[in-house]
């Protein structure tokens, strides 16, 4: 069973930045390769795909937050990346990442194309 776990959230000012990484384990064919995605949700909010990037290293960022945050994966690691830059209030969320096979390109900001989810983690910006 796949499992993904991230890490990096916690409290910021406007204008600060902070990174988020995401552990996947659970799976040993070291030839599987992921189509990963990093999605939000506020409280009363739906849930919302921020960034995607597919096995080939392209990516597709939202543009909520397009020029601030940056999506990057270590496929050696098989550890996916969220740099967030330029935070304002409005990006507080819980902050998760999701992952599904597929080798290529992958640029999904759907969150029903996922399978695998990890447990969130929270992300404050403070004014």
């Known amino acids: 069973q796949v499992q993904l776990v991230e890490s990096g959230g916690g409290s910021v000012q406007a204008g600060g930045s902070l990174g988020l990484s995401c552990a996947a384990s659970?799976?040993?064919?070291?030839?599987?390769?992921?189509?990963w995605g990093w999605f939000r949700q506020a409280p009363g909010k739906e849930r919302e795909g921020v960034a995607a990037?597919?096995?080939?290293?392209?990516?597709t960022i939202a543009d909520s937050v397009k020029g601030r945050f940056t999506i990057s994966q270590d496929n050696a690691k098989n550890t996916l990346y969220l740099q967030m830059n330029s935070l304002k209030p409005e990006d507080t969320a819980m902050y998760y990442c999701?992952?599904?096979?597929?080798?290529?390109?992958?640029?999904?900001?759907?969150?029903?194309?996922?399978?695998?989810w990890g447990q969130g983690t929270q992300v404050t910006v403070s004014s």
């Open positions: 999701a992952a599904t096979f597929f080798c290529g390109h992958w640029l999904v900001l759907r969150p029903l194309e996922y399978r695998y």
């Open positions: 659970g799976y040993s064919d070291s030839r599987s390769c992921m189509g």
């Open positions: 990037i597919g096995s080939d290293g392209r990516a």
